[in-house]
């Protein structure tokens, strides 16, 4: 454009500064039609509908609106952005809050790029890295605390509502506690005052820790437990970002049953240093992926009282990173396990389930093991996987209830409350 300066005519339209500028100016090189301030601009400009190069606001505006439609360079502020922006529709670079929208949003509905917040994040961003429905709260940039500010993940249109339980009268919040294998990040919540009270460990699903188990502690806490759910992914990476369940159980399958046991057994020392948790009365409740891992850490830990376990896969290829399976260490629980389970369960079939039952009788016999002789198995038989998960489809509120409430009962049964 630098070949141009110097020249400057009205060619065709009116606008508010100049028709067609060819030199380098505050406001255009080339207006098409009437504007604020121009139509085309083929420089370097203050505000244009479509520019060519570096502009303040717009490149290309293919509609009327407050800024512009079409960006093909670094924007302000567009609807359809190419390049750098501010806010947009459509942003295929870096921007400051969608990559992509396909609708009338506040923010964005779809992101493809780094972005500051959206309904559906491809990539990186402020608020959640795949978020398949709406979503809450947001994305840090710590990698030690993305995972407990991870939304809830919503993959199907027909979800319920999630459930809501608000902190009043708690302390709740992200914590980091050490770890052998260092740092871990968590999510804990407890009565404001009192103290000390009894301790849920809270196992994650595969989705991480993300909204719903964050809201699944403070529940405990509202029923006077000291409630701390570590994320048990961290070392193997952010299950936000991934996109597929078979990315999600890939994610699962590098994670080692030693590391996560040795980092629940760091999570209770941190509950017991923090004074607020008495270990003496000590439980693991886990979900899904941490239903298997509940029934993993009841044969590892003696000290703990109770365990309850909520539909966890119970068998399975044994691998270098997980060699046992719950069927596996029935001879050897330390703790009693109730196991919650659903009899439409695609993932977990009753035959397995049947089988835990027919190890747990076996090792009762024996007497080499507690906690096998008290444990109990609770199938549903009309209610799918995830039964509980209150954010998903799969959420069946009259079955969620009976056996939340079977839980609590189980957990003052053994010593727990």
Not at 13 to 21: A, F, R, Y
Not at 194 to 205: A, C, D, M, S
Not at 384 to 389: I, K, L, S, V
Request: aromatic residues 6%; contains cysteine; positive net charge.
């Amino acid at each position: 454009m630098r070949a141009l300066q110097g020249s400057r005519s009205s060619v065709a339209g009116t606008s508010g500064t100049s028709t067609c500028d060819t030199s380098d100016t505050s406001t255009s090189n080339l207006n098409l039609g009437r504007v604020g301030t121009s139509n085309l601009n083929l420089g370097r400009v203050g505000t244009s509908n479509l520019n060519l190069g570096r502009v303040g606001t717009s490149n290309l505006n293919l509609g009327r609106v407050g800024t512009s439609n079409l960006n093909l360079g670094r924007v302000g502020t567009s609807n359809l952005n190419l390049g750098r922006v501010g806010t947009s529709n459509l942003n295929l670079g870096r921007v400051g809050t969608s990559n992509l929208n396909l609708g009338r949003v506040g923010t964005s509905n779809l992101n493809l790029g780094r972005v500051g917040t959206s309904n559906l994040n491809l990539g990186r961003v402020g608020t959640s890295n795949l978020n398949l429905g709406r979503v809450g709260p947001a994305h840090g940039t710590d990698a030690a605390r993305r995972a407990m500010t991870a939304s809830t993940p919503i993959a199907e249109s027909n979800a319920p509502k999630p459930i809501h339980t608000d902190d009043a009268g708690l302390i709740a919040g992200a914590i980091t506690l050490p770890a052998p294998a260092g740092d871990l990040p968590g999510y804990r919540a407890h009565p404001a005052s009192g103290g000390p009270f009894p301790l849920v460990l809270v196992i994650q699903e595969i989705f991480g820790v993300h909204e719903h188990i964050r809201d699944v502690v403070r529940r405990f806490a509202h029923r006077g437990y000291y409630a701390l759910a570590p994320d048990l992914f961290v070392r193997q990476g952010d299950p936000s970002h991934l996109r597929t369940v078979d990315e999600l159980r890939a994610l699962a399958g590098r994670v080692p049953d030693r590391q996560v046991l040795s980092d629940l057994d760091a999570s209770v020392a941190f509950a017991e240093a923090s004074g607020k948790a008495d270990v003496r009365k000590a439980a693991a409740v886990g979900f899904c992926w941490g239903g298997r891992i509940t029934w993993l850490y009841a044969a590892h830990n003696p000290a703990l009282k109770a365990a309850v376990a909520w539909y966890g896969r119970l068998t399975g290829d044994r691998t270098e990173a997980q060699p046992k399976h719950p069927i596996d260490v029935a001879s050897a629980l330390q703790a009693p396990v109730l196991g919650l389970y659903a009899g439409q369960d695609q993932g977990i079939p009753l035959p397995t389930v049947t089988a835990l039952q027919e190890a747990l009788r076996s090792a009762s016999q024996t007497g080499s093991a507690p906690g096998a002789a008290h444990s109990e198995i609770r199938v549903y038989p009309d209610v799918p996987h995830a039964f509980y998960a209150d954010y998903r489809p799969s959420y069946r509120p009259e079955a969620a209830a009976d056996a939340w409430q079977r839980q609590l009962d189980w957990l003052a049964r053994h010593g727990v409350a």
